[in-house]
């Protein structure tokens, strides 16, 4: 598995500090990109926080996700969370180390009181010490907020006195990418009241030992939700329920319960999305289809990866997205004079570079600049690499709507049939185009669209 070190660079450790006017939470930032460009140490946000207790716990869980593995426990190794500023609100993003859970909580603009919300992404330091010291805050007196550094020194910092340095896997990068693709092809499927959202989530195991059960299903009964037997029409997806303890956390503050999920097509087990609704804020968690299997592989996002023209798209797309909190692609289209699905098919690609995530509550895009090199997400994918080696070495052969693929010493049949491509290979048979077209489609994709493939990888 491909991986790199990921080095964070913080001017000091963030705190929770008390004085004679109140508490003051200090979220240092890493490097990252703003609309002035790369920044050592952006500030997004001074003032305060209208539930600050609600925030703290919403923060906690973030962190409790990027620092957890779900499937095969090992020592944590945890990755920063990374903070959006939009204008209008804050978002604090993690992904799990088993790829298997995407957390985001949205501060939004009714749970902040002060200046504008600046633009740009960037790493949070989320340390030990802070964590001890959010968990106890019990009550609602004023917080205020800080993230990024004291205005007066953002200046003056003559450099970092904090550095973390944590393995970055290319396998991290895909699946942060595949979690946003899934959640656009979701819908909402059910909404539950505080009492129920509780009750509902409290009842789910906690163990460590669950993640081999297996998929459960919900579906709304009236105004809660009740265990189904099979994925019935409206059902959602519940692939390992112990993977959502981190709303435990704020459980106490939930006013809703808002459930995703794609539609039923038929019993494989599917991703979902759960978003606990708080007062000015939204903690979502979005699960992989299995506790065992993580986003990175779920290859969503290689159809749109195999084409020039999704590049070229993708490249005038990206100067019309100026951090908008919410992005329709209608409008979008119409800025840039592509068709709607050209534009969706860009901010997949996007979304391959962490340029663009996805609000299931607004159902809409966002934009934002993850602080690493997630282009490695297109480089180093497996598969998009093995088609691109297959079309530059000549390797298709096309006869109408049959395609013959030459890989090793045997040779592959691809068909198109309704809109979609089978493959005579291995990896259709086992996964029949749920975890995405294999590399023999994919190449075959590659040739009838005119793909550059000269010399193989791009």
């Known amino acids: 598995m491909t991986r790199s070190v990921q080095a964070l660079a913080y001017a000091r450790p963030s705190a929770l500090e008390s004085s004679q006017v109140g508490a003051s939470l200090g979220l240092e930032t890493a490097g990252g990109l703003t609309p002035r460009g790369a920044e050592a140490h952006p500030r997004f946000f001074a003032g305060f926080l209208s539930a600050p207790r609600t925030a703290a716990r919403g923060l906690l869980a973030v962190a409790d996700v990027a620092a957890a593995r779900y499937y095969q426990r090992t020592l944590p190794a945890s990755l920063d969370p990374v903070v959006t500023g939009n204008g209008d609100r804050l978002r604090f993003e993690s992904f799990?180390?088993?790829?298997?859970?995407?957390?985001?909580?949205?501060?939004?603009?009714?749970?902040?009181?002060?200046?504008?919300?600046?633009?740009?992404?960037?790493?949070?330091?989320?340390?030990?010490?802070?964590?001890?010291?959010?968990?106890?805050?019990?009550?609602?007196?004023?917080?205020?907020?800080?993230?990024?550094?004291?205005?007066?020194?953002?200046?003056?910092?003559?450099?970092?006195?904090?550095?973390?340095?944590?393995?970055?896997?290319?396998?991290w990068l895909r699946g942060f990418a595949e979690a946003q693709v899934a959640s656009a092809g979701f819908d909402l499927r059910a909404e539950l009241s505080a009492a129920q959202a509780v009750a509902f989530l409290r009842s789910l195991p906690r163990g460590s030992g669950n993640a081999a059960r297996g998929a459960q299903w919900v579906v709304a009964s009236g105004s809660a939700l009740r265990p189904t037997t099979?994925?019935?029409?409206?059902?959602?997806?519940?692939?390992?329920?112990?993977?959502?303890?981190?709303?435990?956390?704020?459980?106490?503050?939930?006013?809703?319960?808002?459930?995703y999920g794609p539609p039923v097509a038929d019993g494989a087990p599917v991703a979902s999305a759960w978003e606990v609704v708080l007062p000015g804020m939204r903690l979502t968690l979005t699960l992989s289809p299995d506790a065992s299997r993580g986003f990175s592989g779920e290859g969503g996002v290689l159809?749109?990866?195999?084409?020039?023209?999704?590049?070229?798209?993708a490249e005038l797309v990206s100067v019309l997205l100026a951090w908008e909190p919410t992005i329709e692609p209608a409008t979008l289209a119409e800025r840039s004079g592509l068709s709607v699905e050209r534009v969706r098919a860009a901010l997949t690609r996007l979304g391959t570079a962490g340029r663009v995530g996805y609000d299931l509550a607004d159902a809409a895009?966002?934009?934002?600049?993850?602080?690493?090199d997630a282009d490695r997400a297109e480089r180093h994918n497996p598969r998009l690499v093995a088609a691109r080696e297959l079309a530059g070495a000549g390797a298709v052969s096309l006869d109408g709507t049959v395609a013959y693929v030459a890989s090793g010493d045997r040779r592959y049949q691809v068909r198109e049939g309704d809109g979609a491509l089978t493959c005579t290979c291995q990896w259709w048979a086992d996964y029949r185009g749920k975890r995405g077209p294999c590399k023999h489609a994919l190449a075959v994709t590659m040739v009838r669209r005119g793909a550059t493939v000269a010399g193989g990888v791009r």
Request: hydrophobic share 40%; net charge negative.
């Open 230 to 259: 099979r994925p019935v029409p409206g059902a959602v997806c519940l692939p390992g329920p112990e993977r959502l303890v981190a709303l435990q956390r704020v459980l106490r503050h939930a006013t809703a319960l808002r459930v």
């Open 303 to 313: 159809a749109a990866l195999a084409t020039d023209e999704a590049a070229a798209d």
């Open 365 to 372: 895009y966002f934009h934002r600049e993850l602080p690493y």
């Open 96 to 171: 799990s180390g088993c790829c298997g859970v995407y957390a985001r909580l949205d501060v939004l603009q009714e749970g902040l009181e002060g200046e504008r919300t600046g633009h740009g992404t960037t790493n949070v330091d989320v340390n030990n010490p802070l964590r001890d010291a959010l968990s106890r805050i019990t009550a609602d007196d004023p917080l205020h907020l800080r993230v990024g550094p004291e205005e007066l020194a953002v200046t003056t910092l003559d450099g970092p006195v904090v550095e973390k340095k944590v393995p970055l896997p290319d396998r």
